[in-house]
């Protein structure tokens, strides 16, 4: 009979064993939790949504540049863990796991945006109007700071059209903010090929942001 990629070797909470909702979630293990949720207890996933969100939040923000479609990227990459839970090895932390599938989406609905339309800041403002409200000081000029925000928004673009493997591989990287160790963990791949793969993709990178810069 196949078994179920998380280990239920000796030491595993019984089907059905309940987790102390008393316990902090930053305590329990994400083996437990897992088997928990994969043996019926839905809301026990509720522990990993709590605990992983802003770090998945902040993944996305830093792929998409925009809080609101951060947030709604994240959700779906909750979803995804949710319905592909048995997928994960327990070979590394779920919370990594988790920011590839939000950072692969995240990188997917940039690709997806037909223009690129200024971030709002918290008070409901554009970051045009931000920017051009700034008093004119040697590091708050507004035509630096909007060429800042131009060129980040050119890096997202750039990097959402990179090909595979360059495109997992730097966004894990730059916006996971993830070790080379541990790109390699997720990806299945040995670590100088992580290491090339980042290398050349971040030429190509360069290429696409600074055409003709001398190599």
């Known amino acids: 009979m196949a078994t179920s990629p998380v280990?239920?070797?000796?030491?595993?909470?019984?089907?059905?064993?309940?987790?102390?909702?008393?316990?902090?979630?930053?305590?329990?293990?994400?083996?437990?939790?897992?088997?928990?949720?994969?043996?019926?207890?839905?809301?026990?996933?509720?522990?990993?949504?709590?605990?992983?969100?802003?770090?998945?939040?902040?993944?996305?923000?830093?792929?998409?540049?925009?809080?609101a479609e951060a947030e709604d990227v994240a959700q779906e990459a909750f979803v995804t863990a949710y319905r592909s839970l048995a997928t994960w090895r327990s070979d590394g932390p779920f919370g990594a796991w988790l920011s590839r599938i939000a950072v692969?989406?995240?990188?997917?609905?940039?690709?997806?945006?037909?223009?690129?339309?200024?971030?709002?800041?918290?008070d409901g403002t554009t970051t045009e109007e931000y920017v051009t409200s700034l008093p004119a000081h040697s590091r708050t000029q507004p035509e630096q700071l909007a060429l800042h925000a131009e060129r980040a928004a050119a890096t997202r673009r750039a990097?959402?059209?990179?090909?595979?493997?360059?495109?997992?591989?730097?966004?894990?990287?730059?916006?996971?903010?993830?070790?080379?160790?541990?790109i390699?963990?997720?990806?299945g791949r040995p670590l100088g090929t992580v290491k090339t793969?980042?290398?050349?993709?971040?030429?190509?990178?360069?290429?696409?942001?600074?055409p003709g810069v001398a190599s």
């Open 184 to 187: 390699a963990a997720l990806t």
């Open 104 to 122: 692969r989406l995240a990188v997917r609905q940039l690709g997806r945006r037909r223009a690129v339309a200024w971030v709002h800041t918290i």
């Open 159 to 182: 990097v959402a059209n990179l090909g595979e493997p360059y495109r997992e591989v730097v966004a894990l990287r730059f916006f996971g903010e993830h070790s080379l160790d541990e």
């Open 7 to 67: 280990d239920r070797s000796a030491g595993a909470s019984p089907r059905g064993d309940p987790i102390d909702r008393h316990t902090p979630a930053d305590l329990i293990d994400d083996g437990v939790v897992v088997r928990a949720v994969l043996d019926g207890d839905r809301d026990a996933f509720r522990i990993i949504v709590d605990r992983e969100s802003a770090a998945v939040v902040r993944a996305c923000y830093r792929v998409l540049g925009d809080l």
């Open 197 to 210: 793969h980042l290398r050349r993709g971040l030429l190509r990178l360069r290429d696409q942001i600074d």
